[in-house]
Every structure is written in structure tokens, then in C-alpha cells.
């Protein structure tokens, strides 16, 4: 048969945007948590908290440099009325000098020197609040990481399992192929030949389910590690399926060394004390050196130049010492809250060590139960087709078979995935991940 080449032409040019539009890119788990490290919105918001922190310290330093201060003022008078009171009983037998303008410069100068401690504990308090601050922003990328090795686990499974049912979908419809002609010829009835086409119904309903659901999957991780939308994510079970059982936390005392939100919690304790021995410095006066220089210029009345002035200041708020007891108790209070977050913290965290614990062990042990299964599976089913080729088993019996064997191979494949998620949560748990994955190299 002659083929139209402008066909061909016109069916490439249709295909050709389509073949276009998608662009497949395999991407290590590692590779795809650092670039969410890089590029999610939740690790850019940590980071611009942590900065504002860092700015929130230098600024609370600058309150211990001295201030300067510099004013200049030029005024017009009319018709000022001047009368200078010198102590003597003589009057002036002058005129009345004529007062039209004032020329006022000043400068000021003012550096603290004892404030009750207010501003020493400031600083340890808000460098507390900035590290604790940062270790907030590490449990984030912790928890970022989490979600990208979850988003991964679910298209491994999304992408095996499609395989897998393409693959059997194919049999299927070769048996039915098979049937067809058997029919024909009379030889099974025409009910075998419909339940081979309904079990690649089912297949066919389970593949479309499988393949809508890894479209889902695929959008919400590229849209979270801010790909465009048109690449599709392949996992390599190379790039995904791996892990090291050498770095198995033995105990929760490896978590409560290592998780970060708890860590921030324990230096926010320690700023709340801090602000309690700034809210006791209210009970303290406030010393400060003072200096400055003044020239006025009252025209035709007096003339000051180079009016140097240095000394100490000092104040006291006498009615801050009793209504200071307050802001001290609510500052201790407010310690005691951040004291009794770490405890509930440190509780939950021993909890959800055991929990991701058990779940790892659990998933190894189902793992092992799968992959014997499938064996099983695969041999029981070579046995019926066996019987069903020799005429002892029927078409029920040889399908049932085949569904039992592709589930066998389905629930090695996702119990491989689950392992390796459960592996990842339990180092997430323990405050591991963001090592495993070198956090340094971003």
C-alpha cells in the first residue's frame, strides 16, 4: 500500500507540540530535596524569618552605642520686646536694642552606662530568639524533605503499579485473543470467553485509575519544587528505592538530641529567662554620660559661642517599682509556658520515634512476607494453567490464579516503597534527615 507522505507530514506536524509539550526528567530523591530546599515557598518563608531575626539582634545592639543627636533652628522675631534683668538697681539709659531674630545650634551626645542590665539581656535575648529562629528553619526543610520523599514513595508505587498492570493487561488480552478463537471452534464456551474480556475490564479500569493518580501525583511535586508544569518525573528505583540500615536510630535519646523544633524551644526558654531579668532591671535606675555644645545668637542681645557641657545623668521611676512586680510575673509566667511546650514536646517526640519505629520494622517484616509471596503466587498459578491446559481446572480457577499472582507483584512493589518511606520517617523522627541528605551542600 502506497503511503501519502503529506499525510505523514500532516500527522507529524499534529503529534509534534503534543511529543513536545511533556519533558520527561529523572531527578535522585537528593537532587529533587535540595531543589525544594532551594525553591519552595515554605523554606524561602523560614529563611526571610530568620533573617529578620539576625536585623531584630544588630538592632537591639544598637541601642548600646551612643546617640547623637544635632539641632539647628533660625527664627525671624517681630517686634520682640527685650528686657534684661541684671540685678542692678541702675536702669540702662540706653535705647531699647532692637530684637529681630534667634540663630540656635546644638548638639548632644548620650551613652547608657547602667540601665539595670536591661540592654545586656536584650541582646543574650533576641541572639536566643535569632538561634532558635534557625533552628526553626532546619525543621522546615526537615519537614520539606519529608514531603518530597513521600510525594516520591507515592509515584514509585503510582508508576510500578501501572507497569505492572500493563504488563498483565497485555496477557490478558492475549488470552482473550486465545479464547476468541477457542470459541469459535467451540471448544470452551462462550462464558470463558467473557470473563477473560471482563477481567481486562478491570484491568483496564485499575490502569486508569493508576495513570489519573500519577497525573495528580506528578503535578502537585512540580508544582511543589517549582518545575514546569509540563515535566513528568520519572523514578528510577536506582534514584529512590536504597538505603543505609547502618544509620537506624537505636533510641529516642538520638532524637532528643538532634530534632530542631525542639531545640527551639529550649533556646526560646532561655530567652523567656532573659526577659525576665529585663523585666526585673525596671526595679534599677538608668545612668547615662551626657555631653553637648550649644551657640546662640539673639541678635543685639546676647551672643554664646562654644557652650561645652559633660556630666551624668541619671533617672528613676519611682512608680515603676510597684507597678513593676506585674511585668516580672507575666515574664515568669510566660517562661513557665515555653518550659511546659519542651515537656510536651519532648513526650510527643518519644512517642513518635516508637511509632515510626514499629512501622519500619513492620514494613520490613510485610516486605519479606511479599516477596515470599509472590514466589507462591507465581508457582500456584503456573500449576492451575498447568491443570487448566490438561482439562482439571476451569477458566474461574485460572483467572483467580493470574489476579492473585499481579497482586503478589503489586504488594512487593508498594511494600518496597513503604519500607523506604518508613525509613526516611524514622530519621525524620529522630531529627536525622536533613544529614542524610547534606543540607551543607545548599
Same mark, same amino acid.
Given at each position: 500500500?502506497?503511503?501519502?507522505?503529506?499525510?505523514?507530514?500532516?500527522?507529524?506536524?499534529?503529534?509534534?507540540?503534543?511529543?513536545?509539550?511533556?519533558?520527561?526528567?529523572?531527578?535522585?530523591?537528593?537532587?529533587?530535596?535540595?531543589?525544594?530546599?532551594?525553591?519552595?515557598?515554605?523554606?524561602? +518563608?523560614?529563611?526571610?524569618?530568620?533573617?529578620?531575626?539576625?536585623?531584630?539582634?544588630?538592632?537591639?545592639?544598637?541601642?548600646?552605642?551612643?546617640?547623637?543627636?544635632?539641632?539647628? !533652628?533660625?527664627?525671624?522675631? &517681630?517686634?520682640?520686646?527685650?528686657?534684661?534683668?541684671?540685678?542692678?538697681?541702675?536702669?540702662?539709659?540706653?535705647?531699647?536694642?532692637?530684637?529681630?531674630?534667634?540663630? +540656635?545650634?546644638?548638639?548632644?551626645?548620650?551613652?547608657? /552606662?547602667?540601665?539595670?542590665? %536591661?540592654?545586656?539581656?536584650?541582646?543574650?535575648? @533576641?541572639?536566643?530568639?535569632?538561634?532558635?529562629?534557625?533552628?526553626? #528553619? +532546619?525543621?522546615?526543610?526537615?519537614?520539606?524533605?519529608?514531603?518530597?520523599?513521600?510525594?516520591?514513595? !507515592?509515584?514509585?508505587?503510582? !508508576?510500578? &503499579?501501572?507497569?505492572?498492570?500493563?504488563?498483565?493487561?497485555?496477557?490478558?488480552?492475549?488470552?482473550?485473543?486465545? $479464547?476468541?478463537?477457542?470459541?469459535?471452534?467451540?471448544?470452551?464456551?462462550?462464558?470463558?470467553?467473557?470473563?477473560?474480556?471482563?477481567?481486562?475490564? %478491570?484491568?483496564?479500569?485499575?490502569?486508569?485509575?493508576?495513570?489519573?493518580?500519577?497525573?495528580?501525583?506528578?503535578?502537585?511535586?512540580?508544582? $511543589? +519544587?517549582?518545575?514546569?508544569?509540563?515535566?513528568?518525573?520519572?523514578?528510577?528505583? @536506582?534514584?529512590?528505592?536504597?538505603?543505609?540500615?547502618?544509620?537506624?536510630?537505636?533510641?529516642?535519646?538520638?532524637?532528643?538530641?538532634?530534632? %530542631?523544633?525542639?531545640?527551639? /524551644?529550649?533556646?526560646?526558654?532561655?530567652?523567656?529567662?532573659?526577659?525576665?531579668?529585663?523585666?526585673?532591671?525596671?526595679?534599677?535606675?538608668?545612668?547615662?554620660?551626657?555631653?553637648?555644645?550649644?551657640?546662640?545668637?539673639?541678635?543685639?542681645?546676647?551672643?554664646?559661642?562654644?557652650?561645652?557641657?559633660?556630666?551624668?545623668?541619671?533617672?528613676?521611676?519611682?512608680?515603676?517599682?510597684?507597678?513593676?512586680?506585674?511585668?516580672?510575673?507575666?515574664?515568669?509566667?510566660?517562661?513557665?509556658?515555653?518550659?511546659?511546650?519542651?515537656?510536651?514536646?519532648?513526650?510527643?517526640?518519644? /512517642?513518635?520515634?516508637?511509632?515510626?519505629?514499629?512501622?519500619?520494622?513492620? @514494613?520490613?517484616?510485610?516486605?519479606?512476607?511479599?516477596?515470599?509471596?509472590?514466589?507462591?503466587?507465581?508457582?500456584?498459578?503456573?500449576?492451575?494453567?498447568?491443570?487448566?491446559?490438561?482439562?482439571? #481446572?476451569? &477458566?474461574?480457577?485460572?483467572?483467580?490464579?493470574?489476579?492473585? !499472582?499481579?497482586?503478589?507483584?503489586?504488594?512487593?512493589?508498594?511494600?518496597? #516503597?513503604?519500607? /523506604?518511606?518508613?525509613?526516611?520517617?524514622?530519621?525524620?523522627?529522630?531529627?536525622?534527615?536533613?544529614?542524610?541528605?547534606?543540607?551543607?551542600?545548599?
Amino acid at each position: 500500500m502506497k503511503i501519502n507522505p503529506y499525510l505523514v507530514l500532516g500527522v507529524s506536524l499534529f503529534l509534534m507540540p503534543s511529543l513536545q509539550a511533556q519533558v520527561k526528567e529523572s531527578l535522585k530523591l537528593e537532587e529533587a530535596i535540595h531543589l525544594a530546599w532551594q525553591k519552595s515557598s515554605e523554606v524561602s +518563608l523560614a529563611d526571610s524569618k530568620v533573617l529578620s531575626k539576625s536585623l531584630e539582634v544588630q538592632s537591639v545592639k544598637n541601642r548600646m552605642y551612643p546617640d547623637l543627636k544635632i539641632s539647628g !533652628q533660625y527664627q525671624r522675631l &517681630t517686634n520682640a520686646k527685650v528686657d534684661l534683668q541684671t540685678g542692678s538697681s541702675s536702669s540702662s539709659t540706653g535705647g531699647t536694642p532692637v530684637v529681630n531674630q534667634l540663630v +540656635l545650634g546644638q548638639v548632644t551626645a548620650s551613652l547608657p /552606662i547602667f540601665s539595670g542590665f %536591661k540592654l545586656r539581656n536584650s541582646v543574650k535575648a @533576641s541572639d536566643h530568639m535569632y538561634e532558635a529562629e534557625t533552628a526553626n #528553619a +532546619l525543621q522546615t526543610k526537615e519537614e520539606v524533605a519529608m514531603r518530597v520523599i513521600d510525594y516520591y514513595a !507515592q509515584l514509585y508505587k503510582a !508508576q510500578k &503499579t501501572i507497569d505492572l498492570l500493563s504488563e498483565n493487561k497485555k496477557s490478558a488480552q492475549q488470552r482473550v485473543d486465545d $479464547f476468541i478463537q477457542l470459541e469459535k471452534n467451540g471448544i470452551i464456551p462462550r462464558n470463558d470467553l467473557l470473563k477473560a474480556q471482563l477481567q481486562v475490564s %478491570k484491568l483496564q479500569l485499575s490502569l486508569d485509575k493508576s495513570t489519573s493518580d500519577l497525573n495528580t501525583l506528578n503535578f502537585e511535586l512540580t508544582n $511543589f +519544587l517549582k518545575l514546569d508544569p509540563s515535566t513528568v518525573v520519572e523514578v528510577l528505583e @536506582s534514584d529512590f528505592a536504597n538505603f543505609d540500615m547502618s544509620g537506624i536510630p537505636t533510641s529516642d535519646e538520638t532524637a532528643l538530641g538532634n530534632r %530542631k523544633d525542639l531545640e527551639a /524551644i529550649q533556646l526560646a526558654q532561655k530567652a523567656s529567662l532573659d526577659n525576665i531579668a529585663i523585666a526585673k532591671s525596671g526595679y534599677y535606675p538608668s545612668i547615662a554620660l551626657v555631653g553637648g555644645y550649644t551657640t546662640l545668637d539673639l541678635k543685639n542681645v546676647i551672643n554664646v559661642q562654644n557652650a561645652m557641657n559633660f556630666g551624668v545623668g541619671l533617672s528613676y521611676d519611682l512608680s515603676g517599682i510597684l507597678k513593676n512586680g506585674t511585668t516580672v510575673k507575666l515574664a515568669k509566667s510566660k517562661a513557665e509556658e515555653v518550659k511546659n511546650q519542651e515537656a510536651v514536646l519532648t513526650d510527643y517526640i518519644k /512517642i513518635e520515634v516508637k511509632r515510626a519505629t514499629e512501622a519500619f520494622e513492620l @514494613s520490613l517484616k510485610q516486605e519479606q512476607v511479599y516477596t515470599e509471596a509472590v514466589g507462591q503466587a507465581t508457582e500456584n498459578y503456573r500449576i492451575i494453567k498447568d491443570k487448566y491446559d490438561n482439562g482439571l #481446572a476451569d &477458566t474461574n480457577d485460572l483467572l483467580e490464579a493470574d489476579v492473585e !499472582q499481579l497482586a503478589s507483584k503489586i504488594n512487593k512493589t508498594l511494600s518496597k #516503597a513503604d519500607s /523506604i518511606e518508613k525509613y526516611y520517617a524514622l530519621l525524620s523522627a529522630s531529627g536525622q534527615l536533613n544529614q542524610t541528605f547534606n543540607l551543607s551542600k545548599i
